[in-house]
């Protein structure tokens, strides 16, 4: 069994319950809007997949890709950051849903927590919303599941939204 986090749209600031909640995980998946500085803080402290977003620097567009396909517990994966939901995705990003034929899609930038299962497409559905600062969302939200093989004990954690320092 594999445990899994799921954050997004962490902007350049990583919540302590980041830490808290995943301790147990065997790996994160971060689906874009990653900011400066998280990545290398999220990888020093479990092994990470990770995507762009929109609002990614240069370097992390250089070092990551738009979509990443992998296979894992025998479940086939899709991870990019702009996303919609089921049954209002983008034509270019349904075409590739379809080749695809993922067992779990994961998206991110609504910063909107969503999480359910695409009967029309077949997956399993996961936004996991914003974990960050920067955004209109109320809450940060974080996602957890376990591999066992399809994914089971899904969990999520919500905390108050981090204040932006003032100027």
């Known amino acids: ?18 830490y808290s909640f995943f301790a147990d995980c065997d ?9 400066p500085d998280v990545l290398e803080r999220l990888r020093y402290f479990k092994p990470v997949r990770a995507v762009w977003g929109n609002c990614d620097s240069f370097a992390l567009h250089y070092e990551l890709q738009e979509r990443l396909f992998f296979e894992i517990e025998g479940q086939r994966v899709l991870m990019t950051h702009i996303g919609g939901w089921p049954g209002h ?24 927590l969503k999480v359910m299962y695409d009967h029309e497409m ?12 920067q955004g209109f ?31």
């Open 1 to 18: 069994m594999t445990r899994i986090g799921v954050l997004s749209d962490t902007h350049g600031t990583l919540p302590p319950q980041v």
């Open 27 to 35: 790996e994160l998946w971060h689906a874009g809007d990653i900011g």
């Open 89 to 112: 995705y983008p034509y270019e990003l349904r075409r590739t849903l379809a080749l695809a034929r993922p067992d779990i899609f994961v998206c991110g930038h609504s910063h909107i």
């Open 122 to 133: 077949h997956f399993l559905h996961i936004n996991p919303g914003a974990a960050g600062r």
């Open 137 to 167: 969302h109320k809450v940060g939200t974080l996602v957890r599941f376990a591999l066992d093989p399809r994914p089971c004990e899904l969990e999520i954690k919500e905390y108050p939204k981090l204040q932006s320092p003032s100027p």
